[in-house]
C-alpha cells in the first residue's frame, strides 16, 4: 500500500507541513458537545435514579406500559425503565476505559513510529493484519480463548483490535509535524525520544488526539454493546442494553418498548458522542483509513 | 488520502515516437506491481491465520474439555484430546492446517464434521447478504457523497454530513431494530424474520431486504463521509480548479475531473468497510434468523470449537484480502497511469 508511511519526510515540493486549523466556532462546537454531556450524565446517574430493584419481577411478562412500569415489563416482567437505567453504566465505563487506553497507547506508538521509522513499518504491517479480522470475529476469538474473561475480554479485545488502527491515524498526522524546524532542533539538540514526543509532537497533535479518543470511545461503544448483544461479556441477570435488546426481541409485539428503549438508548449514545467528537475534529483528513 | 495522488507530473515529455516503447515499460511496471501487491496480501492473510490460530491455541482450555460430557473422567478427555490430534505438537498442527487449506480442507471440527461441509451452505448465503450490502454502499455512498460536494457548505452538505456521521455510529443491530419496528411491525411490509426454504436459502426474496438494510446504513454512512473527503481534496487539485473556470458544469467537474482523481481513495475506503459488513452480517443473521455463518459461529464459540471458528476467520479473511487486493490494484493503476 502506498498509505504515508510513517516516518517519511515530507517532500519537499509539498511545501511547509499544512497547520490544522485548530480552532472552530466555540460556540458551535458547545452546542454539539452539550447533548452528549447530558446523556453521560443522565447515564451514569441512571442506577440511583431506577425505580425498582433490576431483577425483580413488579409486572407480568412483557405487560404493556403503566401501573407503575412507565416503559411495561421485559420477558421476566421486571421493570423496562430501571433496567434502562441502571445498563448503561458499565457500557460507557468499559467504552471510556477502551477509548483512553487506546488513544494513550496510540498517542505513544503513533509518534514513535515517525520517529523511528523502522517500527512504524512493523505497525503499519500490524494495522494491515488488523484490517483482515472483523471486529466481531476478533471478539469471538478472544471470548473462545479467555471464556471467564467475561466484560473484561471483550474490553481485552476492543483495545487490541482498536489500536493498530488508531496508530495508524496519529502516525498520519504526525509525519508533517516529524520534519518541522522545532522536531528537528530537539532531535539535534540531543532530546530523548520520550521528550520530544511528550513535549514538542503531542502538544500539536491534541487536537487530533481529542477527536481520535471520541471516535475510539463511539468504537468501543460498538463492539461492547455487539459482543454483549452476542452474549458475550455480561451474562442475563445484568441488565445491558444490548442484552436487554436480544433478550425481549421475541416479544416485541407485546411491549415493543422493552427494545426501543433500548435501542434508542444505544442509538443516542454513539450518535450525540459521535457528534461531539467532530465537532472537535481539526480539518484533517484523520478519520479517513489509510 | 490527498497525499496518494500526486498531481500529474508537469515534467512528463510529449508522446512521441517512443510512446509504444513507454507502453511496454508501463504494462511491464504494472504487470510487476501488480505482482508485488499479490504476495503482499497473500503474505498478510497467511500471518493472519498464524496469529488467528495461535491466539486461540496458547490460550487456556481446549476443544476436549469443553465438548465433554458431565460424567466423563480425565480419561475420557485424554482420549477426545488425542482423537481431536490436540496431544500433537502445536507447530505440526499449525504446518498440516495451513498446508491443507489451499486444497478447499478446513480441518476437522470439534464434533468430528468437516468444517469445510459446515460451512458450505452458511457462508454463501453470509456472502450474499454482505456482497448485496456491499453493491449498495458503493452506489449510495458515491451518490451522496457527489450530492454533497456538488453544493460545497450549503445545506445538503451539512444535512448530509451530520446524517452520515451519525449513521455510522450506530450499531448494525440496533439499525436492524429500528427497521423492524417500523417496516414490520408499525407498518406490516415486510417479514420479520426470515424462513429458510426446503434447499436452506431463505424462502423470499423479501427477506432479505432488512438484513441488507441494516448493513448498508451504516456502512454508507462511513462511506459517505470519504468519498465527501476525497472530493473535497480533489476540487483543490489545479486541474479540476482549471476545468471548474473553464465553465464546466458543476456535474460534469465533478464526475469527470474529480471523481477519476479520488477513486483509489474510495476504493481503500469500501475495502475497508468489507471487514465491518461481513462481521455486521453475523450479528444482523441471528436477529433475523437468516441462515448465515452467524448461527454456527454462535454455536462453536459455545463449544469452544477452535477449527470451526478458525476456518471461518480463513474465509473471511481470504474474502476480506480478495477486496483489499482489488483496491491496491486500482490504487497501483492509478498511481502508475499518472507517472
Redesign the interface.
Known amino acids: 500500500?502506498?498509505?504515508?508511511r510513517p516516518g517519511a519526510t515530507a517532500p519537499a515540493a509539498?511545501g511547509p507541513p499544512r497547520k490544522p486549523a485548530r480552532h472552530k466556532p466555540v460556540r458551535r462546537a458547545l452546542g454539539l458537545i452539550a447533548p452528549a454531556a447530558v446523556l453521560l450524565a443522565v447515564a451514569l446517574a441512571g442506577p440511583w435514579l431506577a425505580p425498582h430493584a433490576i431483577d425483580k419481577p413488579v409486572t407480568g411478562s412483557y405487560a404493556t406500559a403503566g401501573d407503575g412500569a412507565v416503559l411495561g415489563g421485559d420477558q421476566l416482567g421486571r421493570d423496562v425503565l430501571s433496567r434502562l437505567l441502571d445498563g448503561g453504566t458499565a457500557l460507557i465505563g468499559g467504552a471510556f476505559l477502551v477509548g483512553v487506553t487506546v488513544t494513550g497507547l496510540a498517542a505513544v506508538l503513533g509518534c514513535l513510529a515517525v520517529l523511528r521509522p523502522r517500527l512504524g513499518t512493523v505497525l503499519e504491517?500490524a494495522a494491515?493484519?488488523a484490517?483482515?479480522?472483523?471486529?466481531?470475529?476478533g471478539i469471538?476469538?478472544?471470548?473462545?480463548?479467555?471464556?471467564d474473561g467475561g466484560r473484561w475480554a471483550v474490553i481485552l479485545a476492543a483495545i487490541t483490535l482498536g489500536t493498530p488502527y488508531a496508530v495508524r491515524v496519529v502516525a498520519?498526522a504526525a509525519a508533517p509535524l516529524a520534519s518541522a524546524g522545532y522536531v528537528e532542533a530537539a532531535l539535534m539538540r540531543g532530546e530523548s525520544t520520550f521528550s520530544v514526543i511528550t513535549r514538542e509532537l503531542l502538544p500539536n497533535l491534541r487536537a487530533t488526539v481529542l477527536t481520535l479518543f471520541g471516535l475510539r470511545f463511539?468504537e468501543a461503544a460498538?463492539i461492547i454493546?455487539?459482543a454483549a448483544?452476542?452474549q458475550?461479556g455480561p451474562q442475563p441477570p445484568e441488565a445491558d442494553w444490548?442484552l436487554m435488546?436480544?433478550e425481549n426481541?421475541p416479544g416485541?409485539?407485546l411491549n415493543?418498548w422493552a427494545?426501543?428503549a433500548p435501542?434508542a438508548a444505544?442509538?443516542l449514545l454513539?450518535?450525540t458522542?459521535?457528534?461531539a467528537a467532530?465537532a472537535l475534529a481539526p480539518r484533517t483528513?484523520a478519520?479517513?483509513?489509510? | 488520502?490527498?497525499?496518494?495522488t500526486p498531481l500529474a507530473d508537469t515534467a512528463e515529455p510529449a508522446p512521441g515516437p517512443g510512446t509504444a516503447v513507454r507502453r511496454i515499460a508501463y504494462a511491464g511496471s504494472w504487470g510487476l506491481r501488480a505482482g508485488a501487491v499479490l504476495v503482499r496480501r497473500a503474505l498478510?492473510?497467511a500471518?493472519?491465520l498464524a496469529?488467528?490460530f495461535l491466539?486461540?491455541e496458547?490460550?487456556?482450555?481446549d476443544a476436549a474439555s469443553a465438548t465433554s460430557e458431565r460424567g466423563d473422567s480425565a480419561a475420557d478427555i485424554a482420549a477426545r484430546r488425542e482423537l481431536l490430534g490436540l496431544d500433537r505438537p502445536l507447530w505440526e498442527r499449525f504446518a498440516d492446517w495451513m498446508t491443507a487449506l489451499p486444497t478447499g480442507d478446513l480441518g476437522t471440527s470439534a464434533r468430528g464434521e468437516k468444517v469445510a461441509d459446515l460451512l458450505r451452505d452458511p457462508f454463501p448465503n453470509t456472502l450474499m447478504l454482505a456482497g448485496t450490502a456491499f453493491a449498495l454502499t458503493a452506489v449510495a455512498s458515491i451518490a451522496l457523497g457527489c450530492l454533497a460536494a456538488a453544493r460545497p457548505g450549503r445545506l445538503t452538505d451539512r444535512v448530509i454530513g451530520?446524517v452520515a456521521?451519525?449513521a455510522?455510529?450506530?450499531?448494525?443491530?440496533?439499525v436492524a431494530?429500528?427497521l423492524?419496528?417500523t417496516l414490520s411491525?408499525w407498518t406490516g411490509w415486510l417479514p420479520?424474520v426470515t424462513v429458510s426454504g426446503p434447499d436452506g436459502d431463505p424462502a423470499n426474496w423479501k427477506m432479505l431486504i432488512m438484513p441488507v438494510l441494516a448493513l448498508t446504513i451504516p456502512q454508507t454512512g462511513w462511506n459517505t463521509?470519504?468519498v465527501r473527503?476525497?472530493l473535497a481534496?480533489q476540487a483543490a487539485t489545479p486541474h479540476v480548479e482549471a476545468a471548474r473556470l473553464d465553465g464546466l458544469s458543476t456535474p460534469r467537474v465533478l464526475l469527470r475531473h474529480a471523481l477519476p482523481g479520488a477513486l483509489p481513495?474510495i476504493a481503500?475506503?469500501l475495502a475497508?468497510s468489507t471487514?465491518?459488513l461481513?462481521?455486521?452480517a453475523?450479528?444482523v443473521e441471528?436477529?433475523f434468523n437468516y441462515p448465515g455463518i452467524g448461527s454456527v459461529?454462535?454455536g462453536?464459540?459455545a463449544s469452544?470449537d477452535?477449527p470451526l471458528?478458525a476456518g471461518?476467520?480463513a474465509l473471511?479473511?481470504a474474502a476480506?484480502?480478495l477486496v483489499?487486493l482489488a483496491a491496491?490494484l486500482i490504487?497501483?493503476k492509478t498511481?502508475g497511469a499518472q507517472r
Open positions: 500500500m502506498t498509505s504515508p509539498s504491517r494491515d493484519l484490517i483482515l479480522l472483523p471486529p466481531v470475529l469471538m476469538l478472544i471470548a473462545l480463548a479467555w471464556p498520519a463511539v460498538y454493546s455487539t448483544f452476542l458475550i444490548a435488546i436480544r426481541a416485541i409485539l415493543p427494545v426501543l435501542s444505544i442509538a454513539a450518535i458522542v459521535n457528534l467532530t483528513k478519520v479517513i483509513p489509510a | 488520502m490527498a497525499e496518494l498478510l492473510l500471518a493472519m496469529v488467528v491466539a486461540v496458547l490460550l487456556p482450555g451530520h456521521t451519525s455510522f455510529a450506530v450499531p448494525d443491530f440496533v431494530t429500528g423492524i419496528l411491525l420479520a463521509r470519504i473527503g476525497a481534496d481513495v481503500t475506503g475497508t471487514g465491518m461481513l462481521g455486521g453475523v450479528v441471528t436477529l459461529l454462535a462453536a464459540v469452544r477452535t471458528i471461518a476467520v473471511a479473511g476480506i484480502t483489499l491496491d490504487r497501483a498511481v
